[in-house]
């Protein structure tokens, strides 16, 4: 029998750069994680509790220093609510502010994300659901300070809520790494593997100590290259003692309509695969805009379809 990796979270993608919002009110929503449950999710990831001036929660932090919009709704209420209801562990994703850690200036990023982890964790900390953070600035490769990003914000999280886990999910600088904003779904270089290996060896030992998962993105280089990046990936995460997941995109980076559900044949390829490398489980960006039988997009529900089959498969 062909060995499986099965998807075990999703991400919350309630801010986003690049994906339509599909406008869910708390109905909506709560037969979303219906639907996650019955498929065998037990842990939703909220991707950014805010990027820029669009936040999740009334924040007063952001609120004072990002000029951000406090929303109608509590959404990080709402999903750890919704995380109890169904028995599913919640990770609170960090806010980006879109400027300061991408332009290297990323003090001032740890700095105010402190500030947000202190007013969540006093808000929210109290809850059942709450079970570990997310580190919500992703990245490809060693620059801007990302070590010291990484390293301060993943102790700062464990510090303040007695060791709850810190996850993060970079990416590969392959030859899908390119822009959304292009009709191109791929470029000329692309990062070899030995490249790969000694920038993460780098990044891996700089972290350790403030990072227990790392579940890399699995999009951005061409199939047949994927079993060996995985295998790196693995290899590293287990020298530096973190948990190695798989955030398997549950969207498709090979056509220029960005973004659409993914074939379900690759999406399988990419689950087997992983279960080659050892991976134990999968998350996935993501469930709700992707696989959901309520999202937007049509073929999600057939993809939904088509993993609950292999599920059942023996």
């Known amino acids: 029998m062909t060995e499986k990796v099965f998807i075990k979270g999703t991400f919350l993608d309630e801010i986003s750069h690049d994906i339509p919002h599909q406008n869910w009110g708390k109905k909506e929503w709560s037969l979303d994680f219906k639907y996650m449950k019955s ?68 003090k001032e990023e740890v700095s105010l994300n402190c500030k947000v982890i202190d007013e969540v964790w006093e808000r929210y900390g109290n809850q059942k659901a709450f079970k570990g953070w997310y580190l919500s600035q992703e990245c490809n490769k060693n620059i801007g300070g990302i070590i010291d990003l990484y390293a301060h914000l993943g102790q700062y999280c464990k510090q303040v809520s007695c060791g709850l886990p810190v996850l993060i999910s970079p990416y590969i600088d392959g030859v899908k790494n390119i822009s959304q904003y292009t009709a191109q779904s791929k470029r000329e270089q692309t990062i070899t593997l030995d490249e790969h290996f000694k920038t993460w060896e780098t990044i891996f030992k700089g972290i350790q100590k403030s990072v227990d998962i790392v579940a890399f993105q699995d999009g951005h280089v061409e199939y047949d290259q994927l079993e060996d990046f995985i295998k790196v990936n693995k290899s590293l995460a287990d020298q530096n003692q973190m948990t190695s997941w798989i955030n398997s995109e549950t969207f ?60 059942k498969e023996k």
């Open 39 to 106: 498929v065998g999710i037990d842990k939703v990831i909220l991707i950014r509790c805010g990027h820029k001036n669009w936040i999740t929660y009334p924040s007063k932090v952001l609120v004072m220093e990002q000029k951000a919009i406090v929303p109608y709704t509590d959404l990080v209420a709402l999903f750890l609510r919704l995380s109890e209801e169904n028995e599913m562990d919640f990770y609170f994703g960090l806010y980006d502010s879109g400027k300061y850690w991408t332009s290297g200036a990323y």
């Open 252 to 311: 498709d980076r090979d056509i220029p309509i960005k973004f659409l559900p993914i074939k379900w044949d690759k999406l399988r390829y990419k689950l087997e695969t992983a279960a080659q490398t050892g991976i134990s489980e999968a998350i996935t960006f993501e469930f709700s805009h992707f696989m959901s039988p309520q999202s937007a997009y049509p073929q999600a529900g057939h993809l939904y379809r088509r993993y609950q089959e292999y599920l």
